[in-house]
């Protein structure tokens, strides 16, 4: 009985080891409209961990967003950042969006965007390029829901396919 127990050991071991050592690498995005605001509404959540990574990699700083020691530059380059890897298009013209804020949730940056004063009838397409953190990270998959006029749809998107459109 002593083998058997040795044996399974040893088969589930590596199985536990991979399991530990592999990390995921993944961000939500939520986009929406708000009548009562007349705006398109985004939401998206990213590991902070992977942010600052990926802003000291990319801009050779130190950043340390979600801690105390977080400076006014880590919070631009941070925003620098997501200007350049998230753009927001409506009817194929890219949009300029608000950054409303964001706050951190364990781990996660929470982040809000909005694009006001939008005139919903007109509205055919909206797009949404998200390329955060697959400069960095092969792995990197960027999940976007889309809900407009009770019309949905989820993508993942990738390095190789970083844009989900909902036609209206």
Not at 58 to 85: M, P, Q, V, W
Not at 133 to 142: M, V
Request: charge should be negative; glycine fraction near 4%; aromatic fraction near 10%.
């Amino acid at each position: 009985m002593g083998y058997l127990r040795k044996g399974l050991l040893l088969l589930i071991l590596p199985l536990f080891a991979f399991t530990i050592a592999h990390k995921f690498y993944i961000s939500v995005t939520h986009v929406g409209y708000s009548e009562k605001d007349d705006a398109l509404q985004v939401t998206t959540r990213v590991f902070i961990d992977d942010m600052n990574s990926v802003l000291n990699e990319r801009y050779d700083i130190s950043s340390k967003l979600g801690t105390d020691e977080a400076s006014k530059a880590d919070n631009a380059y941070f925003e620098k950042y997501l200007r350049t890897k998230f753009v927001i298009e409506i009817n194929g013209k890219p949009v300029r969006y608000t950054m409303i804020g964001k706050e951190y949730d364990t781990d996660m940056i929470v982040c809000y965007l909005e694009v006001p004063e939008i005139d919903l009838p007109t509205v055919k397409t909206v797009a949404i390029t998200n390329e955060m953190l697959t400069d960095l990270f092969d792995e990197q998959q960027n999940v976007l829901h889309i809900k407009i006029k009770e019309k949905k749809k989820s993508f993942v998107l990738l390095k190789s396919d970083a844009k989900g459109m909902l036609n209206l």
